[in-house]
C-alpha cells in the first residue's frame, strides 16, 4: 500500500515562495509519471504540474513560470518550488501519480495572504 506524505506549505505573503515536498512509502515511484495537484476553496481537485519518469515537466498555465516541478527517485520524492505566490494558490496541495493511482495523502495546506 503506497502512503504518500506532503509537507512544506505554510502562510506566505503575496511574492513569497514555498517548497513543498511529497514522500512515497510502500512503492518505487521512478516508474511513474508523477504530479502536483491542488484544490483550493469550493473548487475541484486539479492537476498542475506533472513530471516524466525522466525529467520532462508540464505546467497548467495558471502557475507556469512560477513554480517547477522536480523529482528525487533515490528518495522517492517529489517536489514543487512555487515563487511568486499569489493570493489563488491557496490550496491543500497533494501529490499522486498522473493517473491519480494512489491512495490520497493529507495534503498540505498553502495560504498567501494579500
Known amino acids: 500500500q503506497v502512503q504518500l506524505v506532503e509537507s512544506g506549505g505554510g502562510l506566505v505573503q503575496t511574492g513569497g515562495s514555498l517548497r513543498l515536498s511529497c514522500a512515497a512509502s510502500?512503492?518505487?515511484?521512478?516508474?511513474?509519471?508523477m504530479g502536483w495537484y491542488r484544490q483550493g476553496p469550493g473548487k475541484q481537485r486539479e492537476l498542475i504540474a506533472r513530471?516524466?519518469?525522466?525529467?520532462?515537466?508540464n505546467y497548467a498555465d495558471s502557475v507556469k513560470g512560477r513554480f517547477t516541478i522536480s523529482r528525487d527517485n533515490t528518495k522517492n520524492t517529489l517536489y514543487l518550488q512555487m515563487n511568486s505566490l499569489k493570493p489563488e494558490d491557496t490550496a491543500v496541495y497533494y501529490c499522486n501519480t498522473d493517473s491519480r493511482a494512489w491512495n490520497w495523502g493529507q495534503g498540505t495546506q498553502v495560504t498567501v495572504s494579500s
Open positions: 510502500g512503492s518505487i515511484f521512478s516508474p511513474y509519471i
Open positions: 513530471i516524466s519518469t525522466g525529467g520532462r515537466t
